[in-house]
């Protein structure tokens, strides 16, 4: 038998098999039960515990390029927050993040929740790490007015806020640089702030050293962390329903992973 | 003088942004120094807002040249052109003028056609990646077994079929990136934070002078 060949399957059978792979579970969902790890639990209890009327930072730092792995999450926590009745205000670090702040938006302005009340954008910040530091240090000092361009001072629920100190969380949802790191860097370690974040799952190999020294107090990775956290809510949403599909991927890669190192020792054994 | 101005200005900037940070006031409330600091640090903002008009105008010029003399590639170019103008005037008046069918048109056209497009373009590397995973995962040497063993663990580990598979299969993808992946990360953000901070004494100093451009 041509061992070689199995070593080196043209790449379009591997193409074709991930799309049927990822696609049949898309329009008939197989059901897999997601267990909920230790990190969408604490990230979950830490927002719960928040009280009604409090504020929350989103600070939407991503592209529509790394959306699908981390708007899920941003859209999960609104979802809570909104239930729980806890105001959100979006900041974006990349030019970008506000038009995922105005879709967040949408469906609950739609369900009659109003603008400026219970949510706020304040669109884009240019100047990566240096405009997240002087941010967290003085919000209604650098941003004068939101993306609808209404006077920041105008919004209620604005109101009492100097610094992100003042909101009862931050959460960082991130797919790069600018984003965690610098939160951390310039913000969470001088300001002290409850700071948590949900970032890209190829991030969260990186993001973990600020997780296990407690800078990050909790952390959603990828579309898996946006399910758990839908999961531990008790409201399965889309990310869960998407979770066969990234299954049934893995399980083909690592099957190829398998085949073409079988092949490769059959045919070290044959020469 | 064409070089030590510069050279002068980096060196005080850089003074003033490190030692507002190393120092506090006795009682917490701002310094003259932290003042200057945030003073300079809303200089960096305000020429990133710059530099994003700049980038528009050099795209402009660039692509411009192209489309004139129909080089290989130029209906490309236009519609890069095209796309910036239509985003600009629309989002301009959706954000300004505060217009209803402008806001709406705006948004309509970001969820319709950037968004799915970015998605579609992260979409592609899984395939990538699928192809890649497959050809460069072979068990040569003990490092690329290891490698190998611990991403086929984190895969199982991450996606829910793992642990239907075997129920620890979450529990070691959690070790691994806790523990081994955690002090590997650790070490290389340490040794590059102490290289950046000696790339940065040295540009403070005048030893390195690379942002000034040229040669030297």
């Not at chain 1, 830490?46 to 504020?55: L, R």
């Not at chain 1, 609104?78 to 806890?86: A, I, Q, W």
């Not at chain 2, 080089?71 to 170019?77: D, H, L, T």
């Not at chain 2, 070691?172 to 590997?184: K, Q, Y």
Request: proline share 5%.
């Amino acid at each position: 038998m041509d061992w070689k060949k199995l070593q080196n399957i043209d790449r379009r059978i591997i193409y074709i098999l991930l799309i049927l792979a990822t696609a049949i579970p898309m329009i008939k969902p197989l059901g897999i039960p997601i267990s909920t790890s230790a990190q969408a639990e604490k990230f979950f209890n830490i927002m719960d515990a928040i009280p009604a009327g409090e504020k929350v930072l989103f600070s939407l730092d991503y592209a529509p390029s790394g959306a699908p792995d981390v708007h899920p999450s941003a859209m999960a926590v609104m979802r809570h927050l909104m239930d729980k009745g806890v105001g959100v205000v979006f900041i974006a670090f990349w030019d970008a993040g506000p038009m995922f702040g105005e879709q967040l938006i949408k469906s609950y302005e739609e369900q009659g929740f109003e603008y400026g009340v219970h949510f706020a954008n304040l669109g884009y910040l240019p100047g990566g790490e240096s405009a997240i530091k002087r941010f967290g240090e003085d919000v209604v000092g650098q941003v004068s007015r939101d993306f609808r361009n209404n006077p920041v001072s105008s919004l209620p629920i604005m109101q009492g806020i100097k610094d992100t100190r003042d909101f009862a969380a931050v959460i960082d949802f991130s797919a790069g640089n600018p984003g965690i790191q610098e939160w951390v860097r310039q913000v969470q370690g001088t300001l002290d702030i409850n700071f948590l974040a949900a970032c890209v799952t190829v991030s969260v190999p990186q993001t973990m050293p600020f997780v296990n020294a407690g800078q990050v107090k909790a952390l959603l990775g990828g579309m898996r962390g946006a399910a758990e956290y839908e999961t531990v809510m008790g409201k399965p949403g889309p990310s869960v329903a998407k979770m066969d599909a990234q299954s049934l991927g893995h399980l083909l890669i690592i099957a190829f992973i398998i085949v073409g190192n079988v092949a490769f020792f059959l045919d070290k054994k044959a020469k | 003088m064409r070089r030590e101005v510069p050279l002068i200005i980096t060196f005080i900037v850089g003074m003033i942004i490190l030692l507002a940070a190393i120092f506090t006031s006795s009682d917490g409330s701002p310094f003259t120094l932290k003042i200057w600091a945030d003073e300079l640090t809303d200089w960096v903002i305000i020429v990133s807002a710059f530099a994003v008009g700049l980038a528009s105008v050099n795209l402009f010029r660039i692509h411009g040249d192209i489309i004139a003399r129909q080089r290989p590639g130029w209906i490309n170019s236009l519609t890069l052109l095209l796309a910036i103008i239509v985003f600009t005037i629309v989002g301009i008046i959706a954000r300004v003028g505060s217009n209803e069918f402008f806001d709406t048109l705006n948004q309509n056209l970001y969820d319709s056609i950037i968004s799915p497009l970015g998605a579609a373009m992260f979409a592609i590397l899984a395939f990538y990646n699928a192809s890649a995973a497959y050809r460069a995962f072979r068990m040569r040497s003990l490092e690329a077994t290891i490698m190998l063993v611990a991403a086929i663990l984190v895969m199982l580990g991450k996606a829910p079929i793992g642990e239907l598979i075997w129920s620890q299969f979450p529990s070691i993808s959690t070790w691994l990136m806790d523990v081994p992946n955690t002090v590997g990360q650790r070490a290389i953000m340490i040794g590059a934070a102490i290289g950046g901070f000696a790339t940065s004494l040295r540009i403070l100093l005048g030893i390195e002078r690379g942002h000034l451009g040229g040669t030297e």
